[in-house]
């Protein structure tokens, strides 16, 4: 039998937005998930604004995450947040090794892990973010490029043989990040698969059944649909689209109704 995975549509605000444009957008998802079921709604604003969101989203079915954290608990680390503030700030979820971080913030597969063991003992729930350059698939290293970062960024699953099933994934190809370029839905699915495959093989078939992998790069509402019809996409990731109430929206009704 299948496992029916609830799919995830997920707004990564990254730094974008005044406090007035957030709350704005919170009532107007609010609005339009009213009497929507078996899709999970998630937004992840910059820290400054988790307050304002929590107050916007109230009691509405959407889950509040952060950017990022520190993986320590506390210390001297100026400029940093570590996932107890965010679950203060009533996150439930955490970005963890976005391709932005890792590229122009040299976050690296060793400081991944080392936030996604934090997180996971915290009871925040990671998204992990994986994928490759434009470069790396051109070269025919897609999937190496992938297993690396999997296995660098899981890496204290790994040792503990363990990986928990509400973790998220999500492949994020960084040629598709905001330059309106999208994988096409048989690329992303062929990705996805891979990736399922490495947490059958790494850990075991239930986990790999349970595991969601949402897919982020240029999600609209026009191509939302055709990569949801792909069995291994069980959500998405979205950036740009994620900033304007309508097109979230749509995004999250992919399903039309
Ligand atoms: P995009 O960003 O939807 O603007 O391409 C996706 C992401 O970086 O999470």
């Given at each position: ?9 997920a ?8 406090h ?12 339009g998930?009213?009497?929507?079921e078996g899709v ?9 604004h ?13 889950f ?21 503030m965010?679950?203060g700030?009533?996150c ?10 890792r590229?122009?913030f ?30 790396e698939?051109?070269?025919?290293n ?21 990986m ?23 690329q992303?699915?062929?990705v ?11 850990f ?6 349970q595991?969601r ?7 609209k ?5 055709d ?25 999250i ?5």
């Open positions: 039998m299948m496992f029916q995975r609830t799919p995830m549509i707004g990564n605000w990254k730094m974008n937005l005044r007035s444009e957030a709350t704005a957008l919170i009532k107007t998802i609010r609005q998930i009213e009497g929507l999970e709604v998630l937004v992840a604003p910059p820290f400054t988790l307050a304002v969101a929590r107050e916007a989203i109230g009691d509405a079915p959407i509040l995450a952060g950017q990022n954290m520190h993986w320590e608990m506390s210390g001297a680390f100026t400029g940093e947040i570590s996932g107890r965010l679950q700030a009533t439930t979820h955490v970005i963890l090794g976005h391709s932005e971080r590229t122009l040299n976050e690296t597969n060793e400081t991944v892990d080392l936030k996604v063991r934090s997180a996971t003992f915290l009871g925040l729930i990671p998204i992990v973010c994986v994928g490759e350059t434009l470069e698939r051109e070269a025919g897609t999937f190496d490029v992938l297993k690396t970062q999997l296995d660098g960024s899981l890496r204290n699953f790994k040792a503990d043989q363990l928990r099933p509400s973790t998220i994934l999500a492949y994020e190809p960084v040629w598709a990040i905001g330059t309106g370029r999208t994988a096409t839905p048989e992303a699915q062929e996805h698969r891979f990736i399922r495959e490495w947490i059958e093989t790494t075991n078939t239930g986990t790999a059944a595991v992998i949402l897919y982020g790069g240029s999600v509402p026009e191509n939302i649909s990569l949801m019809a792909q069995p291994d996409i069980d959500g998405a990731l979205v950036g740009g689209a994620s900033l304007k109430g309508d097109s979230f929206v749509q995004i009704r992919y399903k039309g109704h």
